[in-house]
Protein backbone atom coordinates (compact mmCIF):
# COMPACT_ATOMS: atom_id res chain seq x y z
CA UNK A 1 0.00 0.00 0.00
CA UNK A 2 2.61 2.49 0.86
CA UNK A 3 4.79 1.76 -2.33
CA UNK A 4 0.99 2.29 -4.42
CA UNK A 5 0.93 5.73 -2.46
CA UNK A 6 4.02 6.56 -3.24
CA UNK A 7 3.69 5.68 -6.97
CA UNK A 8 0.71 7.73 -7.41
CA UNK A 9 2.00 10.54 -5.60
CA UNK A 10 4.82 10.65 -7.79
CA UNK A 11 2.54 10.15 -10.78
CA UNK A 12 0.49 12.80 -9.69
CA UNK A 13 4.03 15.23 -9.21
CA UNK A 14 5.02 14.45 -12.99
CA UNK A 15 1.38 15.29 -14.31
CA UNK A 16 1.93 18.66 -12.44
CA UNK A 17 5.37 19.19 -14.07
CA UNK A 18 4.13 18.20 -17.24
CA UNK A 19 1.31 20.94 -16.85
CA UNK A 20 2.15 23.45 -15.93
CA UNK A 21 4.78 25.96 -16.90
CA UNK A 22 7.70 27.51 -14.91
CA UNK A 23 6.08 30.92 -13.84
CA UNK A 24 7.60 31.60 -10.29
CA UNK A 25 11.04 31.25 -9.72
CA UNK A 26 13.24 32.14 -6.48
CA UNK A 27 16.66 32.73 -6.89
CA UNK A 28 19.30 31.47 -4.03
CA UNK A 29 22.65 33.99 -4.02
CA UNK A 30 22.17 37.67 -5.04
CA UNK A 31 26.21 38.07 -6.45
CA UNK A 32 26.47 38.52 -10.12
CA UNK A 33 24.92 34.94 -12.14
CA UNK A 34 21.85 35.30 -9.44
CA UNK A 35 21.40 38.68 -10.16
CA UNK A 36 21.70 38.41 -13.99
CA UNK A 37 19.63 35.30 -13.90
CA UNK A 38 17.13 37.20 -11.58
CA UNK A 39 16.95 40.27 -14.69
CA UNK A 40 16.14 38.15 -17.20
CA UNK A 41 13.93 35.94 -15.60
CA UNK A 42 12.14 39.02 -14.67
CA UNK A 43 12.06 40.83 -17.81
CA UNK A 44 10.60 37.74 -19.63
CA UNK A 45 7.58 37.74 -16.88
CA UNK A 46 8.37 35.50 -14.47
CA UNK A 47 7.94 36.63 -10.79
CA UNK A 48 10.95 36.35 -8.80
CA UNK A 49 12.67 36.18 -5.63
CA UNK A 50 16.38 36.92 -4.93
CA UNK A 51 17.70 35.19 -1.70
CA UNK A 52 20.99 35.96 0.36
CA UNK A 53 21.44 36.00 3.90
CA UNK A 54 22.85 39.73 3.43
CA UNK A 55 20.44 42.06 3.11
CA UNK A 56 23.35 44.65 1.40
CA UNK A 57 24.14 42.10 -0.89
CA UNK A 58 20.36 42.18 -2.30
CA UNK A 59 19.95 45.65 -1.87
CA UNK A 60 23.65 45.80 -4.40
CA UNK A 61 21.96 43.17 -6.40
CA UNK A 62 19.07 44.80 -7.15
CA UNK A 63 20.22 48.35 -7.91
CA UNK A 64 22.77 46.48 -10.56
CA UNK A 65 19.39 44.88 -11.81
CA UNK A 66 17.77 48.19 -12.39
CA UNK A 67 21.20 49.91 -14.03
CA UNK A 68 21.35 47.12 -16.40
CA UNK A 69 18.03 47.74 -17.21
CA UNK A 70 18.46 51.44 -17.57
CA UNK A 71 21.66 50.49 -19.99
CA UNK A 72 18.94 48.10 -22.04
CA UNK A 73 16.72 51.31 -22.28
CA UNK A 74 19.01 53.58 -23.35
CA UNK A 75 19.84 51.28 -26.31
CA UNK A 76 15.69 50.20 -27.14
CA UNK A 77 13.95 53.32 -26.32
CA UNK A 78 16.46 55.74 -27.12
CA UNK A 79 13.51 57.87 -28.53
CA UNK A 80 11.08 56.61 -26.24
CA UNK A 81 11.62 57.94 -22.52
CA UNK A 82 8.58 57.24 -21.16
CA UNK A 83 8.21 53.89 -22.35
CA UNK A 84 11.97 53.18 -21.20
CA UNK A 85 10.67 54.07 -17.72
CA UNK A 86 7.95 52.19 -17.80
CA UNK A 87 9.66 49.45 -19.02
CA UNK A 88 12.10 49.93 -16.30
CA UNK A 89 8.95 49.46 -13.84
CA UNK A 90 7.36 47.19 -15.10
CA UNK A 91 10.47 44.71 -14.76
CA UNK A 92 11.50 45.77 -11.01
CA UNK A 93 7.90 44.92 -10.20
CA UNK A 94 8.38 41.55 -10.99
CA UNK A 95 11.52 41.22 -8.90
CA UNK A 96 11.45 40.71 -4.73
CA UNK A 97 14.45 40.16 -2.22
CA UNK A 98 14.31 38.33 0.61
CA UNK A 99 17.19 37.01 3.38
CA UNK A 100 14.71 33.99 4.27
CA UNK A 101 14.52 31.35 1.62
CA UNK A 102 12.70 28.78 3.70
CA UNK A 103 9.64 31.13 4.10
CA UNK A 104 9.15 32.57 0.09
CA UNK A 105 9.87 29.30 -1.61
CA UNK A 106 5.98 27.94 -0.43
CA UNK A 107 4.48 29.08 -3.79
CA UNK A 108 7.52 28.65 -6.12
CA UNK A 109 7.84 26.56 -9.15
CA UNK A 110 11.36 26.84 -9.62
CA UNK A 111 14.31 26.64 -6.95
CA UNK A 112 17.83 27.71 -8.79
CA UNK A 113 20.96 27.96 -6.77
CA UNK A 114 23.42 30.26 -7.61
CA UNK A 115 26.05 30.70 -4.57
CA UNK A 116 29.51 29.01 -3.90
CA UNK A 117 31.02 26.63 -5.53
CA UNK A 118 30.59 24.32 -2.26
CA UNK A 119 29.05 20.77 -2.35
CA UNK A 120 28.15 20.40 1.62
CA UNK A 121 26.30 23.66 1.60
CA UNK A 122 24.85 23.34 -1.61
CA UNK A 123 23.84 20.16 -0.57
CA UNK A 124 22.42 21.61 3.45
CA UNK A 125 20.58 24.53 1.33
CA UNK A 126 18.65 21.96 -0.81
CA UNK A 127 18.10 19.36 2.25
CA UNK A 128 16.43 22.18 4.12
CA UNK A 129 14.13 23.49 1.07
CA UNK A 130 13.21 20.09 0.01
CA UNK A 131 11.04 20.16 3.33
CA UNK A 132 8.98 23.86 2.46
CA UNK A 133 9.41 23.59 -1.09
CA UNK A 134 5.48 22.51 -2.69
CA UNK A 135 5.62 19.06 -3.84
CA UNK A 136 5.60 20.35 -7.90
CA UNK A 137 8.80 22.59 -7.71
CA UNK A 138 11.82 21.71 -9.60
CA UNK A 139 15.38 22.44 -8.33
CA UNK A 140 18.19 23.09 -9.93
CA UNK A 141 21.37 24.55 -9.22
CA UNK A 142 24.07 26.66 -11.55
CA UNK A 143 26.86 25.01 -10.71
CA UNK A 144 29.90 24.37 -13.23
CA UNK A 145 31.71 21.85 -11.66
CA UNK A 146 30.08 20.05 -9.41
CA UNK A 147 27.99 16.85 -10.11
CA UNK A 148 24.34 17.70 -10.37
CA UNK A 149 23.85 13.98 -8.55
CA UNK A 150 25.77 14.76 -5.80
CA UNK A 151 24.01 18.24 -4.74
CA UNK A 152 20.09 16.41 -5.39
CA UNK A 153 21.36 13.97 -3.39
CA UNK A 154 20.24 15.98 -0.43
CA UNK A 155 16.67 16.05 -1.48
CA UNK A 156 13.73 13.48 -1.46
CA UNK A 157 13.22 14.91 -5.11
CA UNK A 158 15.31 13.46 -7.38
CA UNK A 159 13.28 13.09 -10.57
CA UNK A 160 12.06 16.91 -9.97
CA UNK A 161 16.15 18.21 -9.70
CA UNK A 162 18.35 18.96 -13.08
CA UNK A 163 20.51 21.52 -13.25
CA UNK A 164 21.21 24.83 -15.34
CA UNK A 165 24.56 26.34 -15.99
CA UNK A 166 24.27 30.11 -17.27
CA UNK A 167 26.92 31.90 -18.62
CA UNK A 168 28.34 35.31 -17.22
CA UNK A 169 27.50 38.35 -18.28
CA UNK A 170 23.45 36.47 -18.02
CA UNK A 171 21.45 39.08 -20.22
CA UNK A 172 24.31 39.19 -22.51
CA UNK A 173 24.86 35.00 -22.45
CA UNK A 174 22.35 32.83 -24.71
CA UNK A 175 23.50 29.55 -23.71
CA UNK A 176 21.99 28.17 -21.15
CA UNK A 177 23.58 24.03 -20.27
CA UNK A 178 20.97 22.38 -19.21
CA UNK A 179 21.53 19.08 -17.05
CA UNK A 180 20.00 16.11 -16.26
CA UNK A 181 20.80 13.24 -14.29
CA UNK A 182 20.00 9.34 -14.41
CA UNK A 183 17.27 10.54 -11.89
CA UNK A 184 15.86 13.40 -13.33
CA UNK A 185 12.79 12.74 -15.23
CA UNK A 186 11.39 13.58 -18.60
CA UNK A 187 8.90 16.27 -17.84
CA UNK A 188 11.39 17.59 -15.41
CA UNK A 189 13.94 18.06 -17.95
CA UNK A 190 11.38 19.01 -20.84
CA UNK A 191 10.18 21.70 -18.28
CA UNK A 192 13.61 23.33 -17.79
CA UNK A 193 14.36 23.44 -21.85
CA UNK A 194 11.07 25.01 -21.67
CA UNK A 195 12.00 27.54 -19.35
CA UNK A 196 15.75 28.51 -20.99
CA UNK A 197 13.42 28.79 -24.18
CA UNK A 198 11.12 31.28 -22.18
CA UNK A 199 14.24 33.25 -21.10
CA UNK A 200 14.93 33.76 -24.20
CA UNK A 201 18.22 32.32 -24.33
CA UNK A 202 19.27 28.65 -26.43
CA UNK A 203 19.56 25.50 -24.22
CA UNK A 204 21.85 22.37 -25.07
CA UNK A 205 21.08 18.93 -23.16
CA UNK A 206 23.76 17.76 -20.91
CA UNK A 207 24.50 14.69 -19.04
CA UNK A 208 25.74 14.82 -15.73
CA UNK A 209 29.33 14.72 -16.73
CA UNK A 210 31.98 16.85 -15.36
CA UNK A 211 32.16 19.86 -16.47
CA UNK A 212 28.97 19.32 -18.54
CA UNK A 213 30.26 20.36 -22.44
CA UNK A 214 31.34 23.84 -22.35
CA UNK A 215 33.67 23.63 -19.72
CA UNK A 216 34.45 19.97 -20.10
CA UNK A 217 36.30 20.94 -23.65
CA UNK A 218 37.31 24.83 -22.79
CA UNK A 219 39.06 23.64 -19.03
CA UNK A 220 41.48 21.23 -20.62
CA UNK A 221 42.35 23.85 -23.52
CA UNK A 222 43.22 26.04 -21.11
CA UNK A 223 45.39 24.53 -18.83
CA UNK A 224 47.04 22.94 -22.07
CA UNK A 225 48.20 26.31 -22.75
CA UNK A 226 49.27 26.96 -19.16
CA UNK A 227 51.35 23.55 -20.15
CA UNK A 228 52.62 24.54 -23.80
CA UNK A 229 53.71 27.92 -21.47
CA UNK A 230 55.46 25.91 -19.11
CA UNK A 231 57.13 23.67 -21.24
CA UNK A 232 58.82 27.57 -23.04
CA UNK A 233 57.14 26.08 -26.25
CA UNK A 234 54.97 29.75 -26.17
CA UNK A 235 54.79 32.75 -24.32
CA UNK A 236 51.93 33.66 -23.36
CA UNK A 237 51.45 36.83 -25.27
CA UNK A 238 51.84 34.72 -28.49
CA UNK A 239 49.38 31.78 -27.69
CA UNK A 240 46.48 34.34 -26.88
CA UNK A 241 47.51 36.28 -30.43
CA UNK A 242 47.72 32.68 -31.79
CA UNK A 243 44.66 31.47 -30.64
CA UNK A 244 42.45 34.84 -31.55
CA UNK A 245 44.09 35.54 -35.13
CA UNK A 246 44.38 31.57 -36.09
CA UNK A 247 41.10 29.84 -34.25
CA UNK A 248 38.83 33.39 -34.20
CA UNK A 249 38.38 33.07 -30.46
CA UNK A 250 37.73 36.57 -29.13
CA UNK A 251 40.08 35.76 -25.99
CA UNK A 252 43.24 33.70 -25.78
CA UNK A 253 43.51 31.35 -23.32
CA UNK A 254 45.16 33.55 -20.45
CA UNK A 255 43.11 36.52 -21.28
CA UNK A 256 40.09 34.03 -20.41
CA UNK A 257 42.02 32.60 -17.93
CA UNK A 258 42.31 36.18 -15.97
CA UNK A 259 38.89 36.90 -16.69
CA UNK A 260 37.30 33.73 -15.58
CA UNK A 261 39.78 33.62 -11.83
CA UNK A 262 42.63 31.57 -11.73
CA UNK A 263 41.41 30.12 -8.47
CA UNK A 264 38.11 29.20 -10.09
CA UNK A 265 40.15 27.59 -12.50
CA UNK A 266 42.19 25.91 -9.92
CA UNK A 267 39.14 24.71 -8.27
CA UNK A 268 37.46 23.10 -10.96
CA UNK A 269 40.41 21.01 -11.66
CA UNK A 270 41.71 20.10 -7.88
CA UNK A 271 37.81 18.64 -8.38
CA UNK A 272 38.18 16.72 -11.45
CA UNK A 273 42.07 15.75 -10.45
CA UNK A 274 40.53 14.37 -7.21
CA UNK A 275 37.82 11.93 -9.34
CA UNK A 276 39.80 11.00 -12.54
CA UNK A 277 43.59 11.51 -10.89
CA UNK A 278 44.85 8.98 -14.47
CA UNK A 279 43.47 11.16 -16.51
CA UNK A 280 46.19 14.22 -18.71
CA UNK A 281 43.61 16.44 -19.02
CA UNK A 282 42.87 16.35 -15.56
CA UNK A 283 46.79 17.43 -14.54
CA UNK A 284 47.19 20.09 -12.20
CA UNK A 285 49.68 22.93 -12.71
CA UNK A 286 52.22 24.46 -10.95
CA UNK A 287 51.94 27.56 -12.35
CA UNK A 288 48.66 28.06 -11.95
CA UNK A 289 48.84 26.69 -8.40
CA UNK A 290 51.87 29.28 -7.58
CA UNK A 291 49.21 31.93 -8.80
CA UNK A 292 46.63 31.54 -6.52
CA UNK A 293 48.48 30.96 -3.66
CA UNK A 294 50.24 34.06 -4.15
CA UNK A 295 46.34 35.74 -4.58
CA UNK A 296 46.93 36.52 -8.02
CA UNK A 297 43.45 35.85 -9.30
CA UNK A 298 43.13 37.29 -12.94
CA UNK A 299 41.11 40.84 -13.07
CA UNK A 300 39.27 40.84 -9.90
CA UNK A 301 42.52 41.13 -8.00
CA UNK A 302 44.45 43.03 -10.40
CA UNK A 303 47.17 40.65 -11.48
CA UNK A 304 46.82 36.88 -12.93
CA UNK A 305 49.05 36.08 -16.25
CA UNK A 306 49.12 39.71 -16.77
CA UNK A 307 48.59 42.72 -14.62
CA UNK A 308 45.48 44.96 -14.49
CA UNK A 309 45.07 48.64 -13.38
Not at 207 to 214: A, N, Q, Y
Not at 235 to 247: N, R, W
Not at 258 to 270: P, S
Request: proline fraction near 4%.
Amino acid sequence: MAFFTHQVIRGLSSSAVRNAAIKHVTIIGGGQMGAGIAQVAATTGHSVVLVDTNEEILKKSAKGIEGSLKRVVKKKFADKPDAGAEFIAKVMANVSISTDAASVVGSTDLVLEAIVENLKIKQGLFGALDKVAPAHAIFASNTSSLPITDIASSTSRLDRFGGLHFFNPVPMMKLVEVIGTSATSQETFDSLLAFSKALGKTPVSCKDTPGFIVNRLLVPYMMEAIRLHERGHGSKEDIDIAMKLGAGYPMGPFELLDYVGLDTAKFIMDGWVEKDPDNPLMQPSELLNKLVAEGKFGKKTGEGFYKYK
